[in-house]
């Protein structure tokens, strides 16, 4: 109860209630986590027994935010409040005619149907916690409970979110529970796709979305979100789903791995790539989408070589497919053209692999063809996969991985100096015409320089020469 207490938020809540007259409640998530001895969740929720929608006003102002009507009908509202390089929200709903726990009764699940009213909060040391569906003690048991059965009907979003919740919080869907998210799993194609769109990013940034995973295909709700995945299971033979969920469960492991172990003396550097988000998606979570997903074009190009099945053409063809899911599910276009192009380019890490050398300037041309620090993506993306065909780990690709990291780190991302020769220049002196040629010669001098091979324009004009006289 002190973090509570402490809570800058919920004081300036209780201490605008005192000030107008009005009885609060804080319920939901706050309860929930504090239940469940969980991290505190980042938003908060109120219910009013009065005017909503005057005290929220009253309330923005005192904590600086920008206030907005949610729903006109129930007079729901929300605070928006910037914090640091961050944001929350702060909601407020009226009380329900029935009262208190008739509100609680009608949440979702038992853990969110708990409530503590501020003044009892702040006025005494044990106050009363409000739980009228037994939540306690489901936090207690770790189960994840409905409150009635009624829940799913009144907002079939539920189905997704109790896998969501379940998977976030360590907690195991209740036995009826589960069974009746079974039976109305279908009722999900009527919930708008940005609010399914938010729980699977949510699932994705959690630790052990591939089991989630899992559970959305046993209970049906893969086949109404994701169809296109749910037929993945018998590609002519081929288990499509149960290597793209391997491949989900491996790039978990490589995440959350010791990277030191992996890439040593890049492991702080690999970190920090992994913790830079792409917009409003975690790159982790994005790069656990891109694991599942990439092999989304496999069934479209299925053909049949002797007894073991090709896919030629699939990376295109799952380019194509991955882009319009982003699309569908209304991410940003900038991260459904990232989608799409790393599915296209997810097996450029194996092909670089199988060379017997990698020159600078093949490993410039991979980086350089990625989308320069997505080559990293790629080399995580490709490690997860070796390992779900192989069943282990990958050496060959594992050592140009760990190469590939000391060259993007050390030589591909330093400020590199000024170019030898501007194009004018190139055409003057090795009398070419205008054309590919003069692009050809800019890349070797500067393929030379990284090499060492090339320290000033003499050398250049050496090496240049000697290589239009081969030809």
């Known amino acids: 109860m002190e973090a509570l207490r402490a809570d800058p938020t919920v004081r300036a809540v209780h201490d605008g209630a005192v000030k107008a007259g009005v009885t609060v409640y ?60 961050g944001a929350y929200t702060v909601d407020f709903s009226p009380v329900k005619e029935e009262g208190i726990v008739y509100d609680l009764g009608k949440r979702d699940f038992t853990v969110n149907a708990l409530s503590i009213e501020l003044s009892d909060l702040f006025g005494n040391e044990d106050p009363i916690i409000i739980d009228p569906c037994n939540g306690l003690g489901d936090a207690r048991e770790r189960l994840l409970r409905m409150t009635s059965r009624g829940v799913f009907d009144d907002d079939p979003l539920r189905c997704l979110r109790a896998v969501r919740l379940a998977l976030q919080y360590g907690l195991d869907i209740e036995g009826e529970t589960l069974a009746l998210i079974r039976l109305k799993a279908g009722l999900m194609k009527n919930v708008s796709i940005e609010r399914v769109r938010d729980e699977l990013v949510a699932i994705f940034s959690s630790d052990g979305a591939a089991g989630a995973l899992r559970t959305l295909l046993d209970t049906g709700i893969m086949g109404v979100i994701l169809p296109e995945a749910a037929r993945w299971g018998d590609v002519e033979g081929y288990d499509l789903l149960k290597h793209s969920i391997r491949v989900v469960e491996e790039c978990e492991d490589i995440i959350s791995s010791d990277p030191e172990s992996l890439f040593p003396g890049y492991s702080s550097l690999i970190k920090a790539h992994l913790g830079v988000a792409l917009g409003p998606i975690k790159r982790t979570a994005f790069l656990k989408m891109l694991a599942f997903f990439h092999d989304a074009g496999k069934p479209a190009c299925i053909t049949s070589a002797g007894e073991r099945p090709r896919f030629i053409g699939h990376d295109f063809e799952g380019s194509r497919m991955v882009k319009g899911l982003f699309t569908s599910l209304k ?17 450029r890490a194996f092909m670089l692999a199988s060379l017997k050398e ?18 990293i993506d790629l080399l995580l993306l490709a490690l997860a996969d070796a390992r779900a065909s192989s069943g282990g780990e990958d050496e060959a690709l594992l050592r140009t991985a760990r190469e590939m990291f000391a060259f993007y780190y050390d030589v591909y991302t330093k400020k590199r100096p000024r170019a030898l020769f501007t194009g004018r220049e190139v055409m003057k002196t090795f009398g070419v015409s205008e054309g590919r040629i003069v692009g050809e010669i800019m890349e070797k001098i500067a393929e030379g320089v990284e090499q060492g091979a090339i320290r000033n324009r003499k050398d250049a004009v050496i090496r240049i020469k000697k290589w239009l006289g081969g030809g």
């Not at 929720?45 to 309330?59: N, T």
């Not at 940003?332 to 192009?341: K, M």
Request: hydrophobic residues 45%.
């Open 331 to 347: 991410f940003s276009r900038a991260l459904a053209t990232r989608a799409s192009r790393a599915v296209k380019d997810h097996h």
């Open 358 to 375: 990698r020159t600078a300037r093949a490993k410039g041309h991979f980086f350089r063809a990625a989308g320069d620090d997505a080559g």
């Open 26 to 85: 804080i319920v939901g998530g706050a309860l929930r986590n504090l239940a469940l001895c969980a991290a505190p969740a980042p938003d908060y929720d109120f219910i009013v027994q009065g005017d909503a929608a005057a005290f929220s006003e009253a309330a923005a102002m005192a904590l600086r935010g920008a206030w907005f009507l949610l729903d006109k009908e129930s007079s729901s509202c929300r605070v928006a409040v910037k914090s640091g390089g």
